[in-house]
């Protein structure tokens, strides 16, 4: 199976401030990398796929990048609606695999 | 636009059999490249992706629960079933579905997650 390790598991940051969370995978995916943001109420939404193609919808400050087993999120200038937990997954190969997590929280 | 909703018995007990229901609108399960993927979350832990079915049958099982797991869908009234054998309190979760892009194996839709618990 393939491994994705998450960091940071938490985080804090400013109204405004840039966040970049990173993901590793365990082997090469092959910019097979998506980005899930989930919210308190438990609703799950789609933010990135493909490394780096934004889904319809997700706002723009959200992005990806990345190459080979390192990718990561960036939001440029966070918002209070982006306090949520963030996931990477892999979807190169079944068993599909996600992150452990990152829960961005205001500062 | 597309939408999912699970639904679940809510609680059941050890060593029973779990069956979800996931009914969908907006896309069809015949459609080439569809797929409906389960996924689920244990309070205070990750994601975990289950199964997924896909426009021609065909089933990816996570082998992590080897032979417990068993998807079928019914294309003619837009639902997607899960079932679980041999439940143990380790099943306790919110389960999910999602609109699965067999291109890229993206979960681009959810559904707002059903609670089950299992307990005696």
């Known amino acids: 199976d393939i491994k994705m390790t998450q960091s940071p598991s938490s985080l804090s940051a400013s109204l405004g401030e840039r966040v970049t969370i990173s993901c590793r995978a365990s082997?090469?995916?092959?910019?097979?990398l998506s980005w899930y943001q989930k919210k308190e109420d438990g609703s799950v939404k789609l933010l990135i796929y493909?490394?780096?193609r934004l889904q319809p919808g997700a706002p723009s400050r959200f992005s990806g990048s990345g190459s080979g087993k390192d990718y990561s999120l960036t939001i440029s200038g966070l918002e209070s609606e982006d306090i949520a937990t963030y996931y990477c997954q892999q979807g190169y190969t079944p068993p599909l695999t996600f992150g452990s997590g990152t829960k961005l929280e205001i500062k | 636009q597309v939408t999912l909703k699970e639904s679940g018995p809510g609680i059941l007990q050890p060593s029973h059999t779990l069956s979800l229901t996931c009914s969908f609108s907006g896309f069809s399960l015949s459609t080439y490249g569809m797929g409906v993927s389960w996924i689920r979350q244990p309070s205070g832990k990750g994601l975990e992706w289950l199964a997924s079915i896909w426009w021609n049958g065909n089933t990816y099982n996570n082998p992590s629960l080897k032979s417990r797991l068993t998807v079928s869908k019914d294309t003619s009234n837009n639902q997607a079933f899960l079932k679980v054998t041999s439940v143990d309190t380790a099943d306790t979760a919110t389960y999910y579905c999602?609109?699965?892009?067999?291109?890229?194996?993206?979960?681009?839709?959810w559904g707002q997650g059903v609670m089950v618990t299992v307990s005696s």
């Open positions: 082997e090469n995916i092959n910019n097979y």
């Open positions: 493909h490394t780096s």
């Open positions: 999602a609109h699965t892009l067999g291109s890229s194996y993206t979960f681009d839709y």
